[in-house]
Structures are given as structure tokens and as C-alpha cells.
């Protein structure tokens, strides 16, 4: 079956890096557009950005343009997002996205918790 496992999450202080992970099996990664989504407590589910299948696009929501960046490895069936300057407003469950695939179809990983202390 389709499984998106993250990794990477933690706590770190204002200002800081951290770099997620998202490790694909059960489907032909290369085929599909992948996204990461952020919910943070009290609020509604935020779309973070999204990478191509072929990496040669990307896109991201307004609040990380600049600091935050998606890449991935369709070699190693992963994908990456890179967080810089880091705010306490970034402190969030985050989650990656296969798909949707031309057939609707789309997968969700489990979740990392990304806390950012001021």
C-alpha cells in the first residue's frame, strides 16, 4: 500500500533551520506532484508548497516565500522541504501530499510537529 512516512521535525529556536523529510513507497513517485501542508493548532490547514513531478516546478504560500524551499530526489522517492528563519508562527503539524494524480487519486502522510520557540 501507499505510505508517506516525514521525518525531520522538532523544536528548534527563532531563526532556525530545519529540513523535512518525506519518504515514498508503495507508488511510482516520479509520476506524482508533491505537496507539503502545515495545520497548526486552533487554525485551518495551510498549503506550504508544492514541487512537480519532475521537480522543474514549484510554487508556496505566501507566508514562506523566501524561506522556505521544496526539492526532491525521485531517485530516492523523496521529498524535502527546507525551512529557514524560522518564526514561532511556523509552529505547526506538517504533512506531505502525493498528488492528486489525473484519476483524483491522493496520499497523505502522518504528520511531523514542527514547534519554533521565540
Known amino acids: 500500500q501507499v505510505q508517506l512516512v516525514e521525518s525531520g521535525g522538532g523544536l528548534v529556536q527563532a531563526g532556525g533551520s530545519l529540513r523535512l523529510s518525506c519518504a515514498a513507497s508503495g507508488l511510482t513517485f516520479s509520476s506524482f506532484d508533491m505537496g507539503w501542508f502545515r495545520r497548526a493548532p486552533g487554525k485551518e490547514r495551510e498549503h506550504v508548497g508544492a514541487?512537480?513531478?519532475?521537480?522543474?516546478?514549484?510554487n508556496y504560500g505566501d507566508s514562506v516565500k523566501g524561506r522556505f524551499t521544496i526539492s526532491r530526489d525521485n531517485a530516492k522517492n523523496t521529498v524535502y522541504l527546507q525551512m529557514n528563519s524560522l518564526k514561532p508562527e511556523d509552529t505547526a503539524v506538517y504533512y506531505c501530499?502525493?498528488?492528486?494524480?489525473?484519476?483524483?487519486?491522493?496520499?497523505w502522510g502522518q504528520g511531523t510537529q514542527v514547534t519554533v520557540s521565540s
Open positions: 501530499r502525493a498528488g492528486p494524480s489525473l484519476s483524483g487519486y491522493e496520499y
Open positions: 514541487i512537480s513531478w519532475s521537480g522543474g516546478s514549484t
